[in-house]
């Protein structure tokens, strides 16, 4: 947190932003588990991973539909 500090007092010093400050490093050190026991009690998974990858890669790859809309992501 140290140096975060430090880069915010520069940042307020030259009134230039930087790419790292306090704000940064405190969400680079925080913990990012959390618990998903309760979860397990009413989830219940409609097809196994192995079936999902499955039908993913038939789909997908195997045979793609051509009149389908596609989503692209980034």
């Known amino acids: 947190m140290f140096f975060g500090y430090m880069f915010d007092l520069f940042s307020l010093i030259s009134t230039k932003k930087t790419s790292i400050s306090s704000v940064r490093v405190k969400k ?3 913990v990012t588990q959390f618990d998903a026991s309760k979860v397990h009690y009413s989830f219940n998974a409609p097809y ?3 079936e999902g990858v499955d039908k993913t890669l038939e789909h997908e790859f195997i045979n793609p539909k051509k009149d389908e809309i596609l989503f692209f992501s980034e």
Request: some cysteine.
């Open 48 to 50: 196994t991973l192995k």
């Open 28 to 30: 680079f050190c925080a």
